[in-house]
């Protein structure tokens, strides 16, 4: 039994453990290197947005895969810094539905053309200010209030063979119930003014990205625009199936989702 090895071969396997253990060395000592160097850059740089940074965002879901709009109205954010711990923020929303749907059968006695055509138009603006507070090198609570308006257009136009019917700040959406024709209402127009109240955290993740959550306490009062229906040339009258409804809500409430953006 040998118990030995010969001298070039040891001498080998020792060059080969001692330039394993040299690249190994020299890897840590690379990146502890760039770690430092990330420190005293860090320490040097804030990594929050400074006076004339501009921030934007987005609502992450990360528990049902959803990304939206980062409010409750569905509008897209901005944040002006006029310094480290006061921002100024503007929140709009501009949308359009316009669809038409068309059945027609031009042959026969029994030829019919019908037509609905649906138009509806939201736009929303919201106006605040935040109060940023120290925190720390990463973390920037703040509190603040913001005024909003938003105002929702809607119109229907139903045309056949026979007649023409109109539909004024609304659309109308009919079906069959046992033998009963049910008429419902749907993307009804209205004005609505708010004031939120919200208080909420930025988490830097690296120089001017971060994530957070915010949530607010909201008054709101809602006025719901006057529904009228006009048909030709059966009645040739207008009939008023809403007037002066509104709605007053106040309340806390939750942004749902994570707020995920950066600044530049």
Known sequence: MRTGCKFYLCAESYYIIMKKTLLIMASILATL????????????????????????????????????????????????FTSPTV?????????R??????????YGTNSYFDND??????VGVNLGIEKHFAGTKRLSPYIGADLSITDRSSSEN??????????????????YNNNMLITQVQQPGYTRFGLNLFTGFDFYIARHFFFGYEF???????????????TTPSTGATTNTSTKNSN???????????????SF
């Open 117 to 122: 055509s649906k138009k509806s138009t939201t």
């Open 248 to 262: 007053f809500t106040f309340g806390p409430s939750l942004i749902n989702g994570i707020r995920l953006g950066y």
């Open 33 to 80: 290197g760039s770690f430092a160097q990330t420190a005293k850059i860090d320490t040097q740089q804030s990594l929050k947005p400074g006076i004339g940074n501009l921030t934007t965002e987005l609502n992450v879901n990360p528990f049902n895969g959803q990304i939206s709009l980062n409010n409750s109205l569905n509008q897209i954010k901005f944040r002006y």
């Open 97 to 106: 539905i316009d669809s038409t749907y068309n059945v027609a059968n031009p």
């Open 216 to 230: 607010n306490y909201n008054i709101s009062k809602t006025n719901w625009k006057d529904v009228s229906v006009t």
């Open 158 to 175: 139903i045309s056949n063979n026979q007649s023409t019917t109109t539909v004024a700040n609304a659309w109308y959406y009919s079906y």
């Open 87 to 95: 921002a100024l923020r503007f929140g709009f929303n501009i949308s």
